[in-house]
């Protein structure tokens, strides 16, 4: 079949008649007038397209209007927009991780909306450096001597074996060759720093003298990789931090230890008692350690490395820093958090909120919560029901993968709208956008991840997916 343009062409409303739509002035009011024209265009094409291989033999006015306006619909609202975190993950990495305090963001915004000293220093009227604003607060909270912050731990870890071990050989134990989310590889990233992995040991099982048989002249460092998001249980052994320190001092060696968590001070109780902190690493004579800003310190996405400052001191010169440098909001928000670990307020800093709470408070919230939806749920005449479960909780970005934590939520049975995927469907398509968790097979509201003014949130989404004003 042969593609008619003039046949086709006479099935469309000329450009002019589409952009006199009495609804395209608001969203060229949102869009601009440019991109408004452009979907048109694009949508146009489509059709062109279907109908020029035969697919569809007309096109209607309607079609292309509804089409057009449903992209643009969803093309004039924010992509990145908050979200209800209804899952009971503390850290996590697909909802944005650490939600900050209200506080340093009111930091963050006196200096984004004007000029700073970011690289300026006050005192002398010169030249400063950005590292400079929070390496002080970074040396007092973990015991280094010297400390250098990037984009994030990853940036962290590649800059120290690019500017420590590039050429050089770099010994690793089997079991600590992880990935990462995001294909973080740790012989990939090795590689691409150029320095030489040299394996030892088996998965599950590592013995110092393998690491002393694997001593050679270009060895320059010892690297122990946090297992982030899995553990080796079972017949399973590997090399103490402290042993591994007293062979690097023995031989000169650097020893860097990607610790990935951030966390600064243990926290109370058994369940998150495993996790060693950044001071007792260097305590335990490790050399250098990185960890991220944004997974048990609360803060945002940045990297660190802490630790011996003739170290740090070549970081700072190596060519990378500049690509892994950190943009004002983001120093910003770290340094208040830092400032108020420092003051003793690690519990007024969301992510540490959520992870001390305790279930008699988790129960109590969903309790309450629970019978104002069943409130919402009568009042939308459908049938349906909300009851508090006991759930399992996680702390989320790698860290505790194992540990699971006691918490609460409000399980929906609402089973006039189908089962708990197209439940969860809804809710994340509503207004406000709520993710939820899904407990013995029903979709169910995780209080512990739950912020200030979440639960009206949550009610104004369940409002919106029942249908009532």
Same mark, same amino acid.
């Given at each position: 079949?042969? %593609?008619?343009?003039?046949?086709?062409?006479?099935?469309?409303?000329?450009?002019?008649?589409?952009?006199?739509?009495?609804?395209?002035?608001?969203?060229?009011?949102?869009?601009?007038?440019?991109?408004?024209?452009?979907?048109?265009?694009?949508?146009?094409?489509?059709?062109?397209?279907?109908?020029?291989?035969?697919?569809?033999?007309?096109?209607?006015?309607?079609?292309?209007?509804?089409?057009?306006?449903?992209?643009?619909?969803?093309?004039?609202?924010?992509?990145?927009?908050?979200?209800?975190?209804?899952?009971?993950?503390?850290?996590?990495?697909?909802?944005?991780?650490?939600?900050?305090?209200?506080?340093?963001?009111?930091?963050?915004?006196?200096?984004?909306?004007?000029?700073?000293?970011?690289?300026?220093?006050?005192?002398?009227?010169?030249?400063?450096?950005?590292?400079?604003?929070?390496?002080?607060?970074?040396?007092?909270?973990?015991?280094?001597?010297?400390?250098?912050?990037?984009?994030?731990?990853?940036?962290?870890?590649?800059?120290?074996?690019?500017?420590?071990?590039?050429?050089?050989?770099?010994?690793?134990?089997?079991?600590?060759?992880?990935?990462?989310?995001?294909?973080?590889?740790?012989?990939?990233?090795?590689? %691409?720093?150029?320095?030489?992995?040299?394996?030892?040991?088996?998965?599950?099982?590592?013995?110092?003298?393998?690491?002393?048989?694997?001593?050679?002249?270009?060895?320059?460092?010892?690297?122990?990789?946090?297992?982030?998001?899995?553990?080796?249980?079972?017949?399973?052994?590997?090399?103490?931090?402290?042993?591994?320190?007293?062979?690097?001092?023995?031989?000169?060696?650097?020893?860097?230890?990607?610790?990935?968590?951030?966390?600064?001070?243990?926290?109370?109780?058994?369940?998150?008692?495993?996790?060693?902190?950044?001071?007792?690493?260097?305590?335990?004579?490790?050399?250098?350690?990185?960890?991220?800003?944004?997974?048990?310190?609360?803060?945002?996405?940045?990297?660190?490395?802490?630790?011996?400052?003739?170290?740090?001191?070549?970081?700072?010169?190596?060519?990378?820093?500049?690509?892994?440098?950190?943009?004002?909001?983001?120093?910003?928000?770290?340094?208040?958090?830092?400032?108020?670990?420092?003051?003793?307020?690690?519990?007024?800093?969301?992510?540490?909120?959520?992870?001390?709470?305790?279930?008699?408070?988790?129960?109590?919230?969903?309790?309450?919560?629970?019978?104002?939806?069943?409130?919402?749920?009568?009042?939308?005449?459908?049938?349906?029901?909300?009851?508090?479960?006991?759930?399992?909780?996680?702390?989320?970005?790698?860290?505790?993968?194992?540990?699971?934590?006691?918490?609460?939520?409000?399980?929906?049975?609402?089973?006039?709208?189908?089962?708990?995927?197209?439940?969860?469907?809804?809710?994340?398509?509503?207004?406000?956008?709520?993710?939820?968790?899904?407990?013995?097979?029903?979709?169910?509201?995780?209080?512990?991840?739950?912020?200030?003014?979440?639960?009206?949130? %949550?009610?104004?989404?369940?409002?919106?997916?029942?249908?009532?004003?």
């Amino acid at each position: 079949m042969s %593609f008619d343009v003039n046949a086709f062409m006479r099935q469309i409303p000329p450009m002019s008649e589409l952009l006199s739509l009495p609804w395209v002035p608001s969203m060229e009011a949102s869009l601009g007038r440019r991109a408004v024209k452009a979907v048109f265009s694009e949508v146009i094409g489509e059709f062109r397209t279907l109908f020029r291989e035969g697919r569809i033999s007309q096109i209607s006015a309607e079609e292309i209007v509804r089409e057009a306006l449903a992209r643009l619909t969803a093309r004039s609202v924010p992509s990145v927009r908050r979200v209800v975190n209804g899952t009971g993950v503390v850290v996590h990495t697909n909802l944005g991780r650490s939600p900050l305090p209200r506080e340093v963001m009111e930091s963050v915004v006196d200096v984004s909306v004007g000029y700073s000293n970011l690289e300026f220093s006050l005192d002398e009227g010169v030249r400063g450096h950005r590292n400079d604003h929070v390496e002080w607060l970074i040396c007092q909270l973990t015991g280094a001597d010297g400390a250098v912050v990037v984009n994030n731990n990853a940036a962290a870890v590649l800059l120290s074996l690019a500017a420590l071990a590039s050429h050089k050989e770099v010994i690793v134990s089997r079991g600590e060759l992880v990935e990462i989310g995001g294909s973080f590889r740790i012989p990939d990233i090795l590689s %691409f720093a150029g320095a030489r992995l040299v394996e030892v040991g088996t998965t599950n099982r590592t013995h110092l003298s393998d690491y002393e048989r694997a001593l050679g002249e270009d060895t320059t460092m010892l690297l122990k990789v946090h297992p982030s998001n899995f553990r080796i249980e079972g017949f399973h052994c590997s090399v103490s931090r402290q042993e591994l320190a007293s062979l690097a001092a023995s031989r000169g060696l650097i020893f860097l230890e990607d610790l990935g968590s951030g966390l600064l001070e243990a926290f109370d109780g058994d369940a998150l008692s495993e996790e060693p902190t950044v001071r007792e690493c260097l305590q335990q004579g490790v050399d250098l350690v990185t960890f991220s800003g944004d997974k048990l310190l609360g803060g945002p996405q940045i990297g660190v490395v802490a630790g011996r400052s003739q170290l740090t001191e070549r970081l700072k010169k190596h060519p990378l820093m500049r690509a892994f440098r950190v943009d004002k909001m983001t120093l910003t928000a770290f340094e208040g958090i830092l400032r108020m670990m420092l003051r003793g307020e690690d519990r007024m800093i969301p992510t540490r909120e959520m992870l001390s709470l305790s279930p008699d408070v988790m129960k109590r919230r969903a309790s309450s919560l629970a019978r104002r939806v069943r409130r919402v749920i009568r009042e939308a005449s459908v049938p349906g029901n909300a009851s508090v479960l006991e759930v399992e909780d996680a702390v989320g970005g790698g860290a505790f993968p194992a540990v699971g934590l006691v918490g609460y939520g409000v399980a929906l049975d609402l089973p006039s709208l189908g089962g708990a995927s197209r439940v969860q469907g809804l809710f994340r398509r509503s207004d406000p956008p709520v993710v939820l968790g899904v407990d013995r097979g029903l979709p169910c509201l995780h209080v512990r991840t739950l912020l200030d003014g979440d639960d009206e949130r %949550f009610l104004r989404s369940l409002k919106r997916v029942l249908g009532v004003r």
